[in-house]
Structure formats: C-alpha cells, structure tokens
C-alpha cells in the first residue's frame, strides 16, 4: 500500500487489550499474578500506549509516517527476542520498522558507515542499535555515531548530557520506564534515599539523573561496590538491573521500600530478575516481578520515543 493510501491505526480497546496480555501479563502456576503489592505494568504500559497512539494519529494526518531503523548484529537469542518485541509493538501502532541484519563478524568501519547512511536517510525519523554488540565493535564510538536527532535509545553524550541538565526529551526506555513506573505509585520522589544497582549508560546513569530530577538522593552501587546491603537498607527506593538471581534478599531491603527488579536472567529454565521475590514480597510496599514488571514499560516508552522524534522532526 502506497503511503498516500495508508489509513491512521487506531487501537480499539479489545485490540489493546489482547496486544498487551499477549506480551505483559505474568504467569505463576497458570493464574494471573497481579495482586497486593505486586506492581505489573499492563495497565500503565496501556496508558502510553494509547497515549502514543494519538500522537501517531495526528502524524499520520499530516502524511507522517514514523519509522524505526533496527541494526542487529550477529544472533544473540536475547537479542532476538527483544528485536521481535519491538517489531509486533511498533506493527500495531503502525511504525514502520526496517530491521538491518548483519553478520557476527560486520566491521566497525562497515558498521559506522551503515549508520552514517541512516542519519541521512529522510525517511528514517528513529535509528537503535541493538546492543550489546560483539567485541570487536566499540559500543561507545558506535552508539555516538548515531545522530542525537534520530537517536531513540537516548544513549548518545549529546543526550545523555541534556539530561544533566534536567532537559528530559529523548531518555533511555528504561530508566524512563522505571521512573513512569514509580510515579504509578504514587511514591514520593523528592527527599527519598534511593539505591540504584546499576552504572551503565543504558539503566543506572540516566536512571540516577532522572531521580535526580526530581530530588532523590542517589546512591549508585556496581561489581566494585563494597558491602552491598549496608546501601540497600537504606533505600526506601530499590532499583536493580544486573542479571544475578538472588542477588537482593528480604534481608537486604527496608520494610515498606519501593522494589523495582530491572533484572533478567535464566534459572532452572525459568526467567527470573535479581531480587528474591519470595523473601522480598513481604518486607517491600511494592515489587515487580519478573517477567512483566520493567519490560513492558521499555517497549511503551520505545514507541513513544519514536513518535517524539518524528513530532521533532516535522516542527
């Protein structure tokens, strides 16, 4: 269909709702697992969904089509699964979504001039490179080849810098997610001792930033980080993204602390974050779980990035 031809999508509240459960909704022992102070994401993830959606419809009026271009290389599983979940979220907004595979062994110069060629492609509004990336590429040099205008994972210094400044345009999904997340809960932000363990530039500097913003006071803890729990019992807000199951205990954690468990991993099969959910359950006012708590608020926030950059692109 030719693009003067395509119709607005529009989610019907019936299409969203079997969208998201497909994706978001959380099994445990075959019942929905949504309770107490169990802090899902379905509902919230909806709202900037829809929220996106009519940013979309007004784009689409004016003949704007967004469009997301998607570097993957090599055929790392994780990478993979996550690249397809972008792709069914950005097909049923109607973002137009060009995924560039590439082999395992793809030169960095080969790569940057891929790159290169997207910034100056009109057509493309939103540019990711799916990380991480294989060794012989530098993430650093690569992920700042990307023009700050079409970079949609917010991971350039040029944004990562406006950020510092309080300027929030373009931020990591996330660490944007994280932070929508919290505000759900009506948890109060500003004064509050929060425990970020996490330093790299996709979760915990943005996300340090971003609490900043809105006057936390920050600690960042990471592998080089000495007694851990002595942090961690002081945070009345818990954020972790590390990939180590079992890595937080109940006895690490301050009753009535926020938990949010930005972790994954695999355990006996299974996907698991890195906070002991059983044992963490009861001493914190609210935990995610894992899966269903920070990945559906990563791919909400994804979409609305793109839609942002396409509105900045067409001011």
């Known amino acids: 269909m030719a693009k003067g031809e395509k119709r607005t999508k529009s989610l019907s509240n019936n299409a969203l709702f079997i969208f998201l459960s497909s994706i978001f909704f959380v099994i445990f022992k075959n019942k929905v697992f949504f309770l107490g102070n169990v802090l899902g994401s379905s509902k919230i993830a909806a709202k900037l969904f829809e929220e996106t959606s009519v940013m979309l419809e007004n784009l689409h009026m004016k003949k704007i089509y967004p469009n997301l271009a998607v570097i993957l290389v090599g055929n790392n599983p994780a990478s993979e699964l996550y690249v397809k979940k972008k792709k069914i979220a950005c097909d049923e907004l109607g973002i137009e979504f060009e995924l560039l595979r590439f082999a395992e062994n793809i030169s960095q110069r080969d790569i940057l001039q891929i790159i290169n060629d997207l910034n100056?492609?009109?057509?493309?509004?939103?540019?990711?490179?799916?990380?991480?990336?294989?060794?012989q590429l530098d993430s650093s040099i690569i992920l700042n080849t990307v023009s700050?205008?079409?970079?949609?994972?917010?991971?350039?210094?040029?944004?990562?810098?406006?950020?510092?400044?309080?300027?929030?345009?373009?931020?990591?999904?996330?660490?944007?997610?994280i932070v929508k997340l919290l505000e759900s809960t009506g948890t109060t932000i500003e004064g509050s001792n929060a425990c970020i363990?996490?330093?790299?530039?996709?979760?915990?500097?943005?996300?340090?930033?971003?609490?900043?913003?809105?006057?936390?006071?920050?600690?960042?803890?990471?592998?080089?980080?000495?007694?851990?729990?002595?942090?961690?019992?002081?945070?009345?807000?818990?954020?972790?993204?590390?990939?180590?199951?079992?890595?937080?205990?109940?006895?690490?954690?301050?009753?009535?602390?926020?938990?949010?468990?930005a972790g994954i991993a695999r355990k006996n099969g299974k996907t698991v974050g890195d906070v002991d959910f059983e044992s963490v359950k009861d001493v914190a006012s609210y935990i995610t779980p894992v899966p269903g708590g920070i990945g559906p608020m990563t791919i909400a926030c994804l979409v609305n990035n793109v839609a942002k950059l396409a509105m900045l692109h067409n001011q």
Do not use: W
């Not at 100056?120 to 060794?135: R, T, Y």
């Not at 079409?150 to 999904?173: M, P, Q, R, W």
């Not at 006057?215 to 993204?241: E, F, Q, R, S, W």
């Open 120 to 135: 100056h492609k009109i057509s493309v509004n939103a540019i990711l490179v799916q990380i991480p990336l294989p060794k």
């Open 197 to 261: 363990i996490n330093h790299s530039i996709i979760v915990g500097r943005p996300l340090s930033q971003l609490l900043l913003n809105r006057g936390a006071t920050v600690t960042v803890c990471h592998a080089k980080t000495t007694d851990l729990a002595m942090h961690t019992k002081n945070a009345d807000i818990l954020i972790t993204a590390v990939g180590k199951p079992g890595l937080i205990n109940g006895d690490m954690v301050k009753p009535g602390a926020v938990v949010i468990d």
């Open 148 to 177: 700050p205008l079409k970079d949609v994972d917010g991971f350039t210094a040029f944004n990562l810098g406006l950020l510092s400044y309080g300027k929030e345009e373009i931020v990591s999904c996330t660490a944007q997610g």
